[in-house]
């Protein structure tokens, strides 16, 4: 398959939407919007796509805490549909309240093959506030699609609730499943150790991705769809100029588009 279709939720306070389906077709995919009402209904079917991806925002308003009302209702109406996309080895990534929801649904970590069944949790930042900032990630995954040739890169961050916290065996399985993806990092790389602000929120082992078992589901709390160009960068100015004066080479996109490349990259 040279071009995979990805079907990029929507409804309820997702907000997005447009910039994750931006970052696909950068990416060489071609990709649709879709409300999850039109799914329930049945005017667009899970097995027309190969790439499945919860966006960003604030479905139902965060009100029954972050991704759990959007969990319930895909839950109640399209769980088996959902399990038999998953089954059929396409690919799938939440990003942010995206996460949330799949971690609720219990597609993220699916330890011993459960993908119907919460066992972690992400909860209120150690700040007690919202955070929106950049920070640094480190790849630290050879198992995922989506994290293949990432190293330590920065992206923005923007939630209320991305404290990663799992049960002890829990995260003893993850490590030793090669299920940790992405860990906040300082800026030269190394982890953040809980510091704040490189751990933005207080997830326990600096936790800021998982993946499943089979390495095709991804789920983060930053946001690579927000670092697709060079110029988004807060500084790119300033190492623009650097560049320039050290006869380096210029870099063209940031580092979040790599994300979207490996996704698409697999069906290749």
């Given at each position: 398959m040279a071009t995979p279709h990805a079907l990029i939720m929507t409804g309820y306070g997702i907000n997005c939407e447009e910039e994750t389906k931006f970052a696909f077709e950068c990416a060489g995919a071609t990709g649709d919007i879709v409300h999850v009402n039109d799914l329930i209904d049945g005017v667009k079917?899970?097995?027309?796509?190969?790439?499945?991806a919860f966006p960003g925002g604030f479905s139902f308003g965060d009100d029954t805490?972050?991704?759990?009302?959007?969990?319930?209702?895909?839950?109640?109406?399209?769980?088996?549909?959902?399990?038999?996309?998953?089954?059929?080895?396409?690919?799938?990534?939440?990003?942010?309240?995206?996460?949330?929801?799949?971690?609720?649904?219990?597609?993220?970590?699916?330890?011993?093959?459960?993908?119907?069944?919460?066992?972690?949790?992400?909860?209120?930042?150690?700040?007690?506030?919202?955070?929106c900032r950049w920070v640094?990630?480190?790849?630290?995954?050879?198992?995922?699609?989506?994290s293949k040739d990432m190293d330590v890169f920065e992206v923005p961050v923007a939630h209320g609730e991305g404290?990663?916290?799992?049960?002890?065996?829990?995260?003893?399985?993850?490590?030793?499943?090669?299920?940790?993806?992405?860990?906040?990092?300082?800026?030269?790389?190394?982890?953040?150790?809980q510091k704040f602000p490189h751990n933005p929120n207080g997830s326990l082992a600096d936790i800021a991705a998982i993946c499943d078992g089979t390495g095709r589901i991804l789920?983060?709390?930053p946001h690579p769809e927000r670092h697709l160009d060079f110029t988004q960068?807060?500084?790119?100015?300033?190492?623009?100029?650097?560049?320039?004066?050290?006869?380096?080479?210029?870099?063209?996109?940031?580092?979040?588009?790599?994300?979207?490349?490996?996704?698409?990259?697999?069906?290749k």
């Open positions: 079917k899970f097995k027309d796509y190969q790439i499945l805490g972050s991704g759990k009302g959007l969990a319930n209702k895909i839950k109640n109406n399209l769980m088996e549909e959902l399990l038999l996309f998953i089954d059929h080895r396409n690919l799938a990534i939440g990003i942010c309240n995206g996460f949330q929801v799949m971690t609720s649904l219990g597609l993220l970590p699916a330890l011993d093959e459960n993908y119907n069944a919460q066992q972690v949790a992400l909860t209120h930042n150690t700040s007690a506030r919202y955070e640094t990630l480190l790849s630290t995954s050879k198992k995922c699609v989506w404290n990663f916290y799992a049960p002890e065996d829990t995260l003893v399985q993850l490590r030793a499943q090669d299920q940790i993806v992405f860990k906040y990092a300082m800026p030269d790389g190394s982890t953040a150790r789920g983060m709390m960068h807060y500084a790119w100015t300033a190492i623009n100029d650097k560049l320039k004066r050290e006869g380096k080479q210029i870099p063209q996109v940031g580092p979040g588009l790599q994300i979207f490349k490996n996704g698409v990259d697999y069906f």
